[in-house]
């Protein structure tokens, strides 16, 4: 079992920066791959990025890509996302999930956080 605490959101201008971060309990956390995930009002859950259980490899959507770097740290059972030049459309539920595989899909990942709000502003 892992439970996983997203904090880091808040309120923030376009062309801002935001870094979240996503921490675990146990002591398996270097054995899974993470993703994050958003979801806005009347959208369904969107994948952004995965990291592998090293963080030898990474994954992107399209959306984010170039703006969003995910990253890890296995002796603090943590990932981040740092995103960067934020729009008004990036304004959302953040959350980040663990999973035995870092694929876009979220049926793959077994544990989900609570989400943290990202409200970027005009």
């Known amino acids: 079992q892992v439970q996983l605490v997203e904090s880091g959101g808040g309120l923030v201008q376009a062309g801002g920066s935001l870094r979240l971060s996503c921490t675990a309990s146990?002591?398996?956390?270097?054995?899974?791959?993470m993703g994050w995930f958003r979801q806005a009002p009347g959208k369904g859950r969107e994948f952004l990025a995965a990291?592998?259980?090293?963080?030898?490899?990474?994954y992107y959507a399209d959306s984010v890509k170039g703006r969003f770097t995910i990253s890890r740290n296995n002796a603090k059972n943590t990932v981040y996302l740092q995103m960067n030049s934020l729009k008004p459309e990036d304004t959302a539920v953040y959350y980040c999930?663990?999973?035995?595989?870092?694929?876009?899909?979220?049926?793959?990942?077994?544990?989900w956080g609570q989400g943290t709000q990202v409200t970027v502003s005009s």
């Open positions: 999930a663990a999973g035995q595989s870092g694929t876009s899909l979220r049926y793959d990942y077994d544990f």
């Open positions: 146990g002591r398996t956390f270097s054995s899974y791959a």
């Open positions: 990291i592998s259980s090293t963080g030898g490899s990474t």
